[in-house]
């Protein structure tokens, strides 16, 4: 069974870089699609970024190359960095596995998601 | 503003068969296949259907999608109490090369 956790500090100031980590059970970060998806207190699903261990990636353009993801092969980890945070940065991030076969691309595991609020 | 339309909500009485639209272009639902995920507030969401029509397992049959065009649609037949939860339908965007999500369309059961 596959399984995700997220894990980071719950408070951030502003301008400061977010970073949380997902730790990965059940599936090897190797080779997979890994993705981070956020959601705003009371709203939608918003796509982040996602990426792969042999170099594909991609981000939400709407972030302004604020996003960076990276993955440790050894730790089982795949992480986020979000730099200059504002107060429209908190969110519930959640890391989930991307399935993709041709046409078909869906989030098929998801992590139980960490509440990140940003303030002073 | 999200990229797929949906309904902000939908209701519907126990026993009853309730469908949720998205709406979406040609650059992503047009063109590649439509999940849909199922979350109960204050939890994950979690994949109901994938492909346009795939359960995955453990997902009951009471759950069905479909696609024509640019346009998907979500049915849950048979509704029952705990279906009470927020639906999102998504796709993948070739502009964009990533996902894109429908706004959420809140189920409650009458």
């Known amino acids: 069974q596959v399984q995700l956790q997220e894990s980071g500090p719950g408070l951030v100031k502003p301008s400061e870089t977010l970073s949380l980590s997902c730790s990965v059970s059940?599936?090897?970060?190797?080779?997979?699609?890994w993705g981070w998806i956020r959601q705003p207190p009371g709203k939608g699903l918003d796509w982040i970024g996602y990426?792969?261990?042999?170099?594909?990636?991609n981000y939400n353009p709407s972030l302004k190359s604020r996003a960076v993801i990276s993955i440790d092969t050894s730790k089982s980890q795949f992480s986020l960095k979000l730099s200059s945070v504002t107060a429209a940065d908190t969110a519930v991030y959640y890391c989930?596995?991307?399935?993709?076969?041709?046409?078909?691309?869906?989030?098929?595991?998801w992590g139980p998601g960490t509440l990140v609020t940003v303030s002073s | 503003q999200s990229v797929l339309t949906q309904p902000p909500s939908a209701s519907g009485t126990p026993g009853q068969r309730v469908t949720i639209s998205c709406s979406g272009s040609?650059?992503?639902?047009?063109?590649?296949?439509v999940s849909w995920y199922q979350q109960i507030p204050g939890t994950a969401p979690k994949l109901l259907i994938s492909?346009?029509?795939q359960r995955p397992s453990g997902v009951p049959d009471r759950f069905s999608g479909s696609k024509s065009g640019t346009s998907a649609s979500l049915a849950i037949r048979g509704l029952r109490s705990e279906d009470e939860a927020d639906y999102y339908c998504?796709?993948?965007?070739?502009?964009?090369?990533?996902?894109?999500f429908g706004g959420g369309t809140k189920l409650t059961v009458l």
């Open positions: 989930a596995r991307l399935a993709t076969s041709d046409w078909e691309y869906y989030f098929d595991y």
């Open positions: 059940g599936a090897s970060v190797s080779n997979f699609y």
């Open positions: 990426f792969h261990n042999t170099g594909g990636s």
């Open positions: 040609g650059s992503n639902i047009g063109s590649n296949t």
């Open positions: 492909g346009n029509d």
């Open positions: 998504a796709g993948w965007d070739d502009y964009l090369n990533g996902p894109v």
